[in-house]
């Protein structure tokens, strides 16, 4: 049975930058087409746990409606622990943990939904198998970067590279193994 892959799938200003310092992302509407999502459902057909950080997942909850991961196991990285709301699952343990604890499952890949302190967690244990970048033609100036300093240097080789006509760069990545 092959490992369930750890992936990113994100979206990022030119400058870095996945949303403005007060959370606010409406800048992403600057290509939203009606006839493209950018391989979104392709990609989350390989899906079938998200992993999200605790604001991720407050801010995912304002948009109301549907919650966009029913059907996938969810687990929200949190300090405080909290009872489970369905398939949505509060942990406070370690990445190490819960990757585990996953893993011991067979199943699809494992989605890590952001934001960057999720996914600074995840890639400074080197847990992350791919990470692909939606770069917004936009310069946002200030903001929540996408990676947060670290002083561990992670070499990285493309898979994939695919344009739109909206101007946005699609951007995938593995870590290189040494």
Known sequence: MEKRKVRVY??????GYIAHSDGNIDWLD????????YGYAAFIETIDTVIMGRKTYEKVLSFGGEFPHAGRDCYVLSRTERIADGQVHFYSGSPEKLLDQIRRKPGKDIFIDG???????FRKKGMIDSYTVSIIPILLGEGIPLFKENEKELSLKLVEATTFDSGLVQLTYEPIQK
């Open 10 to 15: 994100i979206a990022a200003s030119l400058d």
């Open 115 to 121: 934001g960057s302190e999720a996914i600074d967690l």
């Open 30 to 37: 600057s290509v939203a087409r009606d006839d493209e999502d």
